[in-house]
């Protein structure tokens, strides 16, 4: 075996040596935090910042031991997974929601606040459990999330995270084979989960917000990850599914900089893979660009 990967990083078998002499170590490296730490040290593991990925290290090693490449020490603590239910009834939410309101100009402006701190996190868990059709599970990854809010309240939700590992069409249309495609996977983020209030009817209120989400998600992903992904991805769903709120049928990928408006009077009809403001070489091009710093 000369390496394998793990979290999309390779690791060689003198490193796999390295962190099975740390598991071992229990005196110096007790928990698993601490191993994490350890490797993330020894091998350099930094992300775009210089900051320690110790999340993706501790990621890696639940997989390595899965595969019984390592033996861990026993967890210390439990983790929070469980403190919001996957479903919650609207009931049981700690907040209002919004009033009913059938047009844009009955909502006011439109303005996205990223989550920070408990009550966001919170608001967010919550509001997620209650009317999306997937419920609340924890995000994996590098990820922002998205509280709506209109002049009369929370009126929705959506977060972005790590765009699908292999996606054949996307792969195609992009242009990327498999070395190009882990090289550039990370100038691609997915939107994880997007929600408006059910009570709302608003005619062209996804567009808008989805609108706002892109605009504003290349800077607030550098300033806290220190590279700009270029694109974002999204399945595309019909509205309704299973009764839960309201889901955008859209395009399944957007470009996030120099977006063209379509032709006047051109209606333009939603596919998988479609991208607004760039050919597929085009597209090619700018996921093969090297992140800037």
Aim: aromatic share 6%.
């Amino acid at each position: 075996m000369t390496s394998v990967r793990f979290c999309g990083r390779d690791f060689t078998e003198g490193e796999l040596e390295l962190l099975r002499a740390l598991c071992a170590d229990r005196t110096a490296y007790p928990t698993r935090s601490s191993i994490a730490r350890a490797l993330c040290e020894a091998t350099s593991w930094r992300d775009q910042l210089g900051r320690l990925k110790e999340m993706s290290a501790r990621v890696a090693l639940l997989r390595m031991a899965a595969a019984s490449l390592i033996e861990l020490p026993p967890p210390r603590n439990g983790n929070r997974n469980g403190r919001v239910a996957r479903h919650l009834d609207a009931a049981q939410l700690s907040f209002g929601h919004a009033p009913f309101a059938s047009s844009l100009a009955e909502l006011g402006g439109i303005e996205l606040r990223a989550v920070k701190g408990r009550s966001d996190s919170r608001t967010w868990n919550q509001l997620v459990a209650a009317h999306h059709y997937l419920g609340y599970v924890p995000l994996c990854g590098a990820q922002l999330r998205y509280l709506v809010e209109a002049s009369t309240g929370v009126i929705g939700a959506l977060s972005f995270g790590p765009s699908a590992w292999k996606c054949r069409p996307r792969d195609a249309h992009i242009g990327w084979d498999q070395a190009t495609r882990e090289q550039r996977l990370h100038l691609v983020v997915g939107n994880a989960r997007f929600l408006i209030l059910p009570q709302l009817r608003v005619p062209h209120l996804a567009s808008k917000i989805l609108g706002a989400a892109t605009r504003r998600l290349p800077s607030d992903w550098r300033e806290v990850y220190g590279y700009q992904p270029v694109l974002v991805e999204r399945r595309r769903l019909s509205a309704g599914v299973n009764g839960f709120g309201r889901r955008l049928r859209c395009d399944a990928m957007r470009r996030l900089s120099r977006r063209r408006r379509p032709p006047p009077r051109r209606r333009r009809v939603a596919a998988p893979l479609a991208v607004r403001g760039a050919g597929a070489g085009g597209l090619a091009g700018a996921a093969a660009r090297p992140a800037s710093s």
